[in-house]
């Protein structure tokens, strides 16, 4: 079973004024598709903190994906991105890329989206939007083939052929 990590960004919900909807909408999709969420944590929208975070989770093998929702907006806290780009070895463009194409069916606001994705070691990173219904939308739309790229990633698999 593939263990996954939660990492909401939210200065209001780190304090405790504001409800994370968003976490759990995550913890139910990749408990559904058969992985195991075995951290959770909301934190203030700081780059240093959030990078200290996520790259703790790679570097301790704590979980091969680690979601993360908020702060991939305009806001000058909006810093998740550059977080996670800050700590990952190599980015994968295509997440977000393909993220953002299937959401412009339902918001052109879409394209406002910073979110980015990466990997650290053999840990794959995934921002989403903080909206609950846009981190369904997207985790829905890309969660069954993250299966397939964590197995190659952690040299499970070794073809990337499309099977018939």
């Known amino acids: 079973m593939r263990k996954v990590a939660i990492i909401t960004s939210s200065d209001t919900g780190y304090r405790g004024e504001r409800t994370d909807e968003s976490g759990p909408v ?13 951290h959770y944590v909301i934190l203030p929208d700081e780059k240093e ?32 991105p550059e977080a996670t780009k800050s700590i ?8 977000p890329e393909a993220m953002r194409a299937f959401s412009m069916r339902y918001t052109k606001r879409t394209m406002l989206s910073r979110a980015a994705a990466g990997i650290r070691k053999s840990t794959l990173i995934i921002n989403l939007p903080g909206s609950p219904k846009a981190c369904r939308e997207n985790l829905e739309y890309i969660i069954e083939e993250l299966e397939h790229g964590l197995g190659i990633l952690l040299e499970e698999e070794k073809n990337c052929a499309v099977k018939d």
């Open 26 to 38: 995550i913890k139910s999709i990749v408990e559904g598709a058969g992985y195991e969420v075995v």
């Open 49 to 80: 903190m959030l990078a200290a975070e996520m790259a703790r989770i790679a570097d301790e093998k704590i979980a091969q994906l680690i979601i993360t929702t908020g702060g991939t907006g305009f806001s000058p806290r909006d810093v998740m």
């Open 88 to 95: 990952t070895e190599r980015e994968v463009p295509g997440i």
